[in-house]
């Protein structure tokens, strides 16, 4: 038996739990929003290139989709419990299938079949952002029609948007870091597309007086969730089988670190590696890029002691460095982990760099480049820069006035730095833009190029404080480069000549811009 001052105690208790899981909905329909968001954008990268446009216009229809979701909030005046629940669900369904339909599709169409990939993906993008511009405004009436005692205006607003953006920040610093890196993509998308459904159930059961046709309501959240879960299971071999498609080869390695998908192929041809889809490089040819890398700044030096390698994580320039009989110590400063961890431990790999990473001479430093050098002082005979293409912000970095003064600083009186430099025949502008921005910082260049059939004309630019000449000797058993051929990759046809360019600097990044521009038509 309950008598009347249990109940009125208890009543409130129950208005107080139903407040608090309401605004933790939020946050948890916020993570999920943006988990979407987040997940297309990276796709889009990943499939299509061009980062920075990727991201851009990914972003930008997605919050366009959430305004015309809030905007056609208006509408639903009745039953507001019901379209919140069924929106959670659409949201969960189609949030959390995105990703692996985006893949599914973007490996079933032809090569030609982009055009109708981006119809999908801005598809997709534009459902699911007016499914979660409809989600906040109904929860908002939600609570003002269930707590009006509590809440004005004011008090709304800012309990409601507190809650939305703490859960938009846990996801934007778990994203990168932890989701992407342990779950992957598709399975990300799905855990997220099961917590919208769990908050559907939460509906469910915490409003369950006021909802008609309790019945149809559960079985859709039931089946809704089966469907996730079924997923979410086959989320491997949908991975698997969408990458055997794209990369056209038997994969032998496929895994995400914390900075990068890193998957390596192998076939008659030979041994390739893909970081985020890009080709990095091809055992049958890698040794043309490496070769033309090191070998003309370190036979210019004639006896280079200390060397530092900048990127490079795979071991193929300290391999090529580990020649010189005067090297005492090389440091490799790689960002990913992963990636010195796996070119030194798995034969396959460590065969292509010839146990480079183990060799006593190596120091091996995981950071951020930019970091290392700001917080180093340490000088040396040759710096060796081999980071990927500027395709982001974050990589455009590395190639700033910022970040070559640093080299600078580092670089001994007669010593060399060299610097992988894009295509100077496909991105004639950026390459040059290269060569501006090192002479900016009061460094000579001397820019060169080679072919490397996997990647076409290649180009390379030396920096230093004095001319560079021609070696009087080069390393043994070199495939690749000759004395007699070496100063033809320092002679730019008319087609390769140098062009006017603005030096990039970190306030303007104008060479993530320019290499998009110029990278894009090749896809087009």
Same mark, same amino acid.
């Given at each position: 038996?309950?008598?009347?001052?249990?109940?009125?105690?208890?009543?409130?208790?129950?208005?107080?739990?139903?407040?608090?899981?309401?605004?933790?909905?939020?946050?948890?329909?916020?993570?999920?929003?943006?988990?979407?968001?987040?997940?297309?954008?990276?796709?889009?990268?990943?499939?299509?290139?061009?980062?920075?446009?990727?991201?851009?216009?990914?972003?930008?229809?997605?919050?366009?989709?959430?305004?015309?979701?809030?905007?056609?909030?208006?509408?639903?005046?009745?039953?507001?419990?019901?379209?919140?629940?069924?929106?959670?669900?659409?949201?969960?369904?189609?949030?959390?299938?995105?990703?692996?339909?985006?893949?599914?599709?973007?490996?079933?169409?032809?090569?030609?079949?982009?055009? #109708?990939?981006? &119809? !999908?993906?801005?598809?997709?993008? %534009?459902?699911?952002? +007016?499914? *979660?511009?409809?989600?906040?405004? $109904? @929860?908002?009436?939600?609570?003002?029609?269930?707590?009006?005692?509590?809440?004005?205006?004011?008090?709304? #607003?800012?309990? &409601? !948007?507190?809650?939305?953006?703490? %859960?938009?920040?846990? +996801?934007? *610093?778990?994203?990168?870091?932890? $989701? @992407?890196?342990?779950?992957?993509?598709?399975?990300?998308?799905?855990?997220?597309?099961?917590?919208?459904?769990?908050?559907? &159930?939460?509906?469910?059961?915490?409003?369950?007086?006021?909802?008609?046709?309790?019945?149809?309501?559960?079985?859709?959240?039931?089946?809704?969730?089966?469907?996730?879960?079924?997923?979410?299971?086959?989320?491997?071999?949908?991975?698997?089988?969408?990458?055997?498609?794209?990369?056209?080869?038997?994969?032998?390695?496929?895994?995400?670190?914390?900075?990068?998908?890193?998957?390596?192929?192998?076939?008659?041809?030979?041994?390739?590696?893909?970081?985020?889809?890009?080709?990095?490089?091809?055992?049958?040819?890698?040794?043309?890029?490496?070769?033309?890398?090191?070998?003309?700044?370190?036979?210019?030096?004639?006896?280079?002691?200390?060397?530092?390698?900048?990127?490079?994580?795979?071991?193929?320039?300290?391999?090529?460095?580990?020649?010189?009989?005067?090297?005492?110590?090389?440091?490799?400063?790689?960002?990913?982990?992963?990636?010195?961890?796996?070119?030194?431990?798995?034969?396959?790999?460590?065969?292509?760099?010839?146990?480079?990473?183990?060799?006593?001479?190596?120091?091996?430093?995981?950071?951020?480049?930019?970091?290392?050098?700001?917080?180093?002082?340490?000088?040396?005979?040759?710096?060796?820069?081999?980071?990927?293409?500027?395709?982001?912000?974050?990589?455009?970095?590395?190639?700033?006035?910022?970040?070559?003064?640093?080299?600078?600083?580092?670089?001994?009186?007669?010593?060399?730095?060299?610097?992988?430099?894009?295509?100077?025949?496909?991105?004639?502008?950026?390459?040059?833009?290269?060569?501006?921005?090192?002479?900016?910082?009061?460094?000579?260049?001397?820019?060169?190029?080679?072919?490397?059939?996997?990647?076409?004309?290649?180009?390379?630019?030396?920096?230093?404080?004095?001319?560079?000449?021609?070696?009087?000797?080069?390393?043994?058993?070199?495939?690749?480069?000759?004395?007699?051929?070496?100063?033809?990759?320092?002679?730019?046809?008319?087609?390769?000549?140098?062009?006017?360019?603005?030096?990039?600097?970190?306030?303007?990044?104008?060479?993530?811009?320019?290499?998009?521009?110029?990278?894009?038509?090749?896809?087009?």
């Amino acid at each position: 038996m309950i008598v009347q001052g249990e109940e009125t105690e208890a009543a409130p208790q129950r208005v107080q739990a139903a407040e608090v899981l309401l605004l933790a909905s939020v946050f948890v329909i916020a993570a999920c929003g943006l988990v979407y968001e987040l997940a297309a954008g990276a796709l889009a990268s990943y499939l299509m290139g061009d980062s920075v446009l990727q991201f851009s216009t990914i972003i930008g229809a997605y919050l366009f989709a959430m305004g015309v979701g809030s905007w056609l909030s208006r509408y639903f005046d009745r039953q507001l419990v019901a379209h919140f629940l069924r929106i959670e669900l659409l949201v969960g369904l189609i949030g959390g299938l995105m990703p692996a339909a985006l893949f599914a599709a973007h490996s079933s169409l032809p090569v030609t079949g982009q055009p #109708v990939f981006r &119809v !999908l993906l801005y598809g997709l993008v %534009g459902l699911v952002g +007016v499914l *979660v511009g409809l989600e906040i405004p $109904l @929860v908002m009436r939600i609570l003002k029609r269930q707590f009006s005692h509590r809440y004005g205006l004011k008090d709304l #607003v800012s309990q &409601v !948007l507190t809650f939305d953006y703490l %859960g938009a920040l846990v +996801v934007a *610093v778990a994203f990168p870091l932890l $989701l @992407v890196p342990h779950l992957g993509l598709i399975r990300t998308g799905l855990f997220f597309g099961l917590l919208n459904a769990l908050v559907a &159930v939460w509906a469910l059961w915490m409003f369950r007086a006021d909802l008609r046709r309790w019945g149809a309501h559960a079985a859709a959240c039931a089946g809704v969730i089966a469907v996730l879960l079924v997923a979410y299971s086959q989320a491997e071999h949908l991975t698997t089988w969408a990458e055997d498609r794209f990369y056209g080869e038997h994969i032998v390695l496929r895994e995400s670190s914390a900075y990068q998908r890193v998957v390596v192929t192998a076939g008659p041809a030979g041994v390739r590696l893909f970081l985020n889809g890009n080709l990095q490089f091809h055992s049958r040819d890698e040794y043309r890029y490496h070769e033309a890398l090191v070998h003309p700044a370190m036979a210019a030096h004639g006896a280079a002691k200390r060397v530092l390698v900048l990127g490079g994580g795979d071991g193929m320039a300290v391999r090529e460095i580990l020649k010189y009989s005067s090297v005492e110590q090389v440091t490799l400063v790689e960002l990913d982990p992963f990636m010195t961890k796996l070119f030194s431990t798995e034969p396959m790999l460590t065969a292509l760099n010839q146990r480079a990473l183990l060799s006593p001479k190596l120091r091996t430093v995981n950071t951020d480049a930019f970091g290392w050098l700001e917080s180093h002082d340490e000088v040396f005979d040759v710096i060796v820069i081999d980071f990927p293409d500027p395709t982001s912000f974050a990589l455009g970095k590395l190639y700033t006035t910022s970040f070559y003064a640093l080299v600078d600083q580092h670089l001994s009186a007669g010593g060399y730095a060299v610097v992988q430099t894009t295509s100077p025949l496909i991105a004639r502008q950026s390459y040059w833009t290269v060569a501006t921005t090192i002479e900016a910082v009061g460094l000579a260049t001397t820019p060169y190029h080679a072919h490397v059939p996997s990647f076409g004309e290649w180009g390379f630019i030396l920096a230093s404080r004095r001319p560079w000449h021609v070696p009087a000797g080069l390393p043994e058993g070199l495939k690749f480069l000759t004395l007699t051929g070496l100063p033809v990759l320092f002679d730019f046809p008319a087609d390769m000549a140098r062009v006017p360019a603005e030096a990039n600097r970190l306030s303007n990044q104008t060479l993530v811009h320019t290499f998009e521009t110029e990278w894009g038509r090749v896809h087009q």
